[in-house]
């Protein structure tokens, strides 16, 4: 029996897709590929599962399951959806921002680029690069999870002064 659908009811365009199982017929490939399925703002409202006819039989079974209305996850943390924001010169106009580095990558024009764990990137610059490498040493894994300041700032270039976003460490290195 064909179940109807009230598309009435529903907001925004409905897309069908059939899916196909591999041998084994496990159900872990389905939900992963439903998973990934929000990450690009759509979501699963209905599954049919097509189930082979016996020998003889003259119509295909099928099973349908209901996805629930509101459906309980764990948390899940959706800073790594977001698109990348780097810290820009409005960002600190109003005061400045601590944050802790989680990761240092190398980013665009062979500048490095320090990640927070807010989810923003700081691009360094020679300046900011001098007065963190003085704090934390030259070794970019002494740089992580260590907390620095982001504030509003200015820097000479090409002989004129600029505002920038300068960086000030808040903790610093531990002599040996």
């Not at 039989?57 to 959806?81: G, H, L, N, W």
């Not at 990761?103 to 690069?129: H, M, Q, W």
């Not at 007065?131 to 004129?160: M, P, T, V």
């Amino acid at each position: 029996m064909q179940r109807e659908i009230n598309y009435r009811r529903r907001k925004g365009p409905i897309y069908a897709i059939e899916l196909q199982a591999g041998r084994d017929g496990s159900l872990r490939g389905l939900r992963a590929v439903l998973k990934d399925l929000r990450r690009y703002g759509l979501r699963c409202t209905h599954v049919t599962e097509i189930l082979p006819s016996p020998r003889g039989a003259r119509r295909q079974e099928t099973r349908q399951t209901r996805a629930p209305t509101r459906e309980r996850s764990k948390t899940v943390d959706m800073r790594k959806y977001r698109g990348e924001h780097f810290v820009k010169v409005a960002d600190v106009r109003d005061g400045p921002i601590q944050e802790r580095i989680v990761a240092v990558r190398e980013g665009k024009y062979e500048k490095p680029d320090l990640v927070f764990l807010s989810g923003n990137i700081l691009s360094l610059n020679v300046t900011n690069n001098e007065i963190l490498s003085r704090a934390f040493g030259d070794n970019s894994d002494n740089w992580l999870d260590r907390e620095i300041e982001l504030y509003l700032g200015e820097i000479d270039y090409q002989g004129k002064p600029q505002e920038a976003v300068k960086a000030r460490p808040l903790d610093e290195k531990i002599p040996f």
